[in-house]
């Protein structure tokens, strides 16, 4: 008599149903994980395929992931300025410049940005290398670098402004940009006349508002009006201030 053939054990169909069961339970947590949270960054496309058009947003769940993302963006940077934003980039990131990719910057998640000094720019490009953490920038801007001067190193004017700045022996000391050293320093000086209104340099920050230029803060020093103003603004003057003008030294 012959034992008749036999096959591969397939499983019990209830066994199947549950593992298929068992799959699209699985697939279901995923969709609504990435619904509520941004996929992590070991798992996002790298540059180079963004820059082919792939991206998480071709998905529902994509979609919804980066636009949770955009809102918590929006919230942080609610009470942050652009001015604030360029500090930033001129103070965080000495080497980058706005026309440093062929007369664009690359910016993170960004890919080429072309920056048009007339109209805002996205807070990205001031930090292009993905740390958009606003709140965080603006705090260390107030504590290393609350007075910024904008300056060019051949005009007379920004010379005397920084000589009489010197003077006061202020900590933490004035953060000098010669902007005239800069190949992005046209945009640079294009930005802040519209932020700021002020379109000459020496153009004088102090926690991102403009305090005037050389005359300006020469004025404040002969009224003895200077040195609280820096004080008000959170720095320490050091020196034993004596009015004096500069306006014919240099």
Request: aromatic share 8%; charged share 25%.
């Amino acid at each position: 008599m012959n034992t008749p053939p036999t096959r591969p054990w397939a499983g019990s169909p209830y066994r199947r149903r549950r593992v298929i069961w068992l799959v699209i339970i699985l697939f279901v947590v995923a969709l609504l994980f990435l619904s509520k949270y941004p996929i992590p960054s070991f798992l996002s496309l790298s540059s180079s395929l963004k820059d082919y058009g792939f991206s998480p947003s071709s998905s529902r769940a994509g979609r919804v992931a980066e636009a949770k993302q955009a809102e918590n963006a929006a919230l942080h940077t609610a009470a942050v300025r652009e001015v604030d934003a360029l500090l930033h980039f001129v103070t965080a990131y000495p080497e980058r410049r706005l026309d440093e990719d062929g007369g664009s910057i690359r910016v993170e998640g960004l890919g080429s940005v072309t920056v048009d000094s007339e109209n805002p720019v996205d807070f990205r490009v001031y930090s292009p290398e993905g740390d958009d953490d606003w709140e965080a920038h603006l705090k260390t801007l107030n504590a290393k670098y609350p007075l910024v001067v904008f300056s060019k190193t051949y005009c007379p004017y920004s010379q005397r402004a920084k000589a009489l700045l010197t003077t006061y022996d202020i900590s933490p000391p004035p953060k000098i940009i010669e902007i005239n050293t800069r190949s992005d320093g046209p945009q640079i000086q294009a930005i802040l006349a519209r932020l700021t209104g002020r379109t000459t340099v020496p153009n004088i920050l102090l926690k991102g508002e403009t305090i005037g230029g050389s005359d300006d803060i020469q004025n404040m020093h002969d009224e003895q009006r200077l040195k609280t103003l820096l004080e008000e603004g959170g720095l320490k003057v050091h020196a034993n201030i004596v009015s004096c003008s500069l306006r014919h030294i240099l």
